[in-house]
């Protein structure tokens, strides 16, 4: 069946650096286009970052251009989100999602807090 399985989450102080990532199986990761969402409490969810089957394209959340970078190892079956510069206002719980078969497929989330 299809996972999504993120890591990297953490603690961090603003300005510091995290890197997300999300570990899939279950099916052709290298043929489907990956994205990361984030939740923040009291808020929608909402689209961070985008990348291509390939890695050949990439598409960002106005907010984290710039700051953070998404890319992905098809070898590995690996998506990452490389977050810098972080800021408090990015506190929130991360998902990769992806839609292998045309279902929706969510990770069960990795804890981000930008706190000093």
Known sequence: ???????????????????????ASGFTF?????????????????????ITSTGGGTDYADSVKGRFTISRDNAKNTV??????????????????????GRDYWGQGTQVTVSS
């Not at 069946?1 to 570990?23: I, K, W």
């Not at 009291?42 to 985008?50: F, I, N, P, S």
Request: aromatic share 10%.
């Open 80 to 101: 990452y989100l490389q977050m810098n510069d972080l800021k408090p206002e990015d506190t929130a719980v991360y998902y990769c999602y992806a839609t292998p078969r």
């Open 30 to 50: 290298s043929s489907y286009a990956m994205k990361w969402y984030r939740q923040a409490p009291g808020k929608e969810r909402e689209l961070v970052a985008g």
């Open 1 to 23: 069946q299809v996972q999504l399985v993120e890591s990297g989450g953490g603690l961090v102080q603003p300005g510091g650096s995290l890197r997300l990532s999300c570990a």
